[in-house]
């Protein structure tokens, strides 16, 4: 079955370093989509692909960066681990604008 | 800017009805999805109304006014699994960025 998985699930990273989260799907999705939850926030838009080489920011982008060198993969980095970004991270992928997201299990990030 | 709005809590008896109301100010407007997500689980797709109406999924319905910039989703025959979050989710632009409530906490009493 098509699925997408996040790596790791959870991990604690000091202040400063550069940290890398992992998103694979195996749906052949076109969109692609980071978003963090946080308590009394909902899921914020972090970023976001429409395809290989293409990537838009969303609405609290700072300090993240995301790739899309292939269909499957988009991968988000922290540039330097602030303890702001102490979250919970979710990918999803979804074919079009019309159509269900799909959403990884999430990956739990905490910034010491 | 933009914003979605919909209770933080909501408490029902479980096989009641319960409704949860989602407004919204967005620039632009292609439509309204709803999410459950469970503690500790990823969301999951619920519903999507782009044309005002009712959708009606099992036992769930999603209901749109865009007029009124208002929607709802209904929740019939409440069982205990049906504790979760719920979220809102407008496309507020030709793109396909989605804006996310904050999501309403329903509790089910037995």
């Known amino acids: 079955d098509a699925e997408i998985t996040q790596s790791p699930r959870h991990k604690i990273t000091e202040t400063g370093r550069q940290v890398t989260l992992a998103c694979h799907q195996t749906?052949?999705?076109?969109?692609m989509f980071w978003y963090r939850q946080d308590l009394g926030h909902g899921l914020r838009l972090i970023h976001y692909?429409?395809?290989?080489?293409?990537?838009n920011k969303g609405e609290v982008s700072d300090g993240y960066s995301v790739s899309r060198s292939n269909t499957e993969d988009l991968p988000l980095t922290l540039e330097s681990a602030a303890s702001s970004q102490t979250s919970v991270y979710f990918c999803?992928?979804?074919?079009?604008?019309?159509?269900?997201?799909?959403f990884g299990q999430g990956t739990r990030l905490t910034v010491v | 800017g933009q914003s979605l709005e919909q209770p933080s809590e909501v408490t029902a008896v479980e096989g009641a009805i319960v409704q949860i109301n989602c407004t919204y100010q967005?620039?632009?407007?292609?439509?309204l999805s709803w999410y459950q997500q469970h503690d500790g689980g990823a969301p999951t797709f619920l519903s999507y109304?782009?044309?005002?109406g009712l959708e009606e999924t099992g036992r769930f319905s999603s209901f749109l006014s865009r007029s009124d910039s208002y929607g709802y989703l209904l929740l019939q025959e409440l069982q205990m699994k049906d504790s979760a979050s719920y979220f809102c989710?407008?496309?507020?632009?030709?793109?396909?960025?989605?804006?996310f409530g904050k999501g309403t906490r329903l509790h089910i009493l037995p």
């Open positions: 692909s429409y395809g290989v080489q293409d990537t």
């Open positions: 109304n782009a044309l005002d």
């Open positions: 749906w052949n999705h076109n969109n």
């Open positions: 999803a992928s979804r074919q079009d604008s019309n159509t269900e997201a799909f």
């Open positions: 989710a407008v496309r507020a632009s030709r793109d396909d960025k989605i804006i």
């Open positions: 967005t620039s632009g407007f292609y439509g």
